[in-house]
């Protein structure tokens, strides 16, 4: 008789609690998961501007150099504040690329960075995804 009575709606508290506690970890992984990746898309953004600024502004400036190339960058990425880049690693050199008419060759700077490293959540994301989030790099040739 008492299991018929309590076929009712009466006779189910706590569900909604185990409900919350078995789906509670899948939603932390999800919100923390978005979180790194957005870390890592506005690190990523950031460099792109920096590479393709630092280009621009060693071309403009008439000192197409290394040095020049890696202080814009240096200081690009701290002014924008895209997160940590352990590592930074800036190639900068002259280059001689195809022109409009793809005859004539015409000078350029090329600049390409390297971004690695500084991403502590990324361990537990690399053994699932197999791929590597915490690299990456950016390249920007500006003619002059």
Known sequence: MRAIMCRSAS?????AAIEFAMVLPLFVLLLIGMLHFGLVLTTRYALVGAVYGAARTCTLARDPTQGCAQAAIAAQMAFNAGGPCGTLNVVAANADVAGYD?????RAFAVTA?????????APFRAEVGASLDRFGARAVIPY
């Open 11 to 15: 006779c189910e508290h706590g569900g």
């Open 102 to 106: 793809g005859a004539n060759a015409v």
């Open 114 to 122: 390297t971004c690695s490293g500084g991403w502590a959540l990324s």
